[in-house]
């Protein structure tokens, strides 16, 4: 009688050719992403390399800023050139007045911006959506077209040389972009909290001010960061309208170190390089500061819900 032979089954498990290739899948993803963080720390390294030139050569001496070659790190360290910056010019004076004008505009803007945007998008009325593309192709007009206009404005209601034109216009809508930016967030908050909101009596700025407002500090957030830089940094509107030394603005301050006489053991670039970092400095912090809330009003933003 013949007897039969078991079968002989292959135990469980991977094959080697499915090993190999998973192996070799996990080494490609591995050197992958190996070059991507090269790549993107080459490109920080890149772009923060004008920064470093600046913060180093401000502490710099006259003889060292002007030697050629030039030097990256200051042999010796010159600390005086911040404090030059407020012996030179009356730069506590420039940081108050930029403090004032970027404050007011910001809540003017923020407010403006806010109540533009819950009107497109809690109202309706005719031509709603013809005045909102009549509001959106005001970011195409150049500002050349427009500032012979309000200057000619602001000079016959006497505020040339005055903080009214840097502050009074962004309480007027707060600008085309914050309204956009705000009605597209807006329009993810559900209706049925304004209808609750309705059932108990509550008023449209009730219900603006008490519960959409509340609901959008992302995206408040990224319109307070956006108009602080704007009001900041803005350069054109003071130079036209402020005239006097004691209404000068950072950004038209800055130019004093650039005309002013110094003597010479004063290195006038390197105190022009600290007064620079003196004006980057609070944006630097209230970007890293707010950094969270700005990236996530620009994430949420559009996602309508």
């Known amino acids: 009688m013949a007897t039969t032979q078991p079968t002989v089954r292959p135990l469980p498990g991977p094959q080697p050719d499915a090993a190999v290739k998973r192996s070799s899948m996990a080494a490609n993803h591995f050197w992958s992403q190996v070059a991507v963080y090269t790549l993107a720390i080459l490109t920080a390294l890149a772009f923060s390399l004008p920064f470093f030139w600046t913060v180093t050569s401000s502490l710099k001496t006259a003889a060292e800023i002007r030697q050629v070659p030039p030097t990256f790190i200051p042999q010796d360290v010159r600390w005086a050139n911040y404090s030059d910056v407020f012996r030179i010019a009356p730069f506590a004076k420039f940081i108050w007045n930029t403090a004032v004008i970027t404050s007011l505009a910001m809540i003017g803007q923020i ?5 533009v945007a819950f009107g497109f998008t809690r109202f309706r009325f005719p031509g709603r959506d013809w005045l909102f593309f009549v509001v959106l192709s005001t970011m195409m007009l150049p500002w050349q077209v427009t500032i012979v206009p309000q200057f000619l404005l602001f ?4 505020w040339i040389n005055t903080f009214m034109p840097l502050i ?7 600008g ?46 990224t319109v307070a960061i956006f108009s602080f830089l704007q009001h900041w940094n803005e350069f054109i509107g003071p130079l036209i309208f402020l005239n006097t030394q004691d209404k000068f603005t950072l950004s038209i301050g800055l130019r ?20 620079s970092l003196i004006v980057a400095l609070p944006s630097l912090v209230l970007f890293f500061v707010a950094q969270k809330y700005f990236v996530r009003g ?3 933003t559009g996602l309508k819900g």
Do not use: C, H
Request: cysteine-free; charged content about 15%.
């Open 111 to 115: 407010i403006s911006a806010a109540a």
């Open 155 to 158: 000079r016959y209601l006497g």
């Open 168 to 174: 009074i216009p962004s309480f007027f809508g707060g």
């Open 176 to 221: 085309a972009f914050f309204i956009f930016l705000l009605r597209q967030f807006f329009m993810t908050i559900p209706r049925d909290l304004d209808e609750a909101a309705k059932l108990d009596g509550a008023s449209s700025v009730r219900i603006f001010w008490n519960i959409i407002l509340p609901l959008s500090g992302p995206a408040l957030a």
């Open 256 to 275: 004093y170190f650039m005309v002013n006489p110094f003597e010479n053991d004063e290195p006038r670039e390197a105190i022009l390089m600290a007064a």
């Open 298 to 300: 620009i994430v949420t």
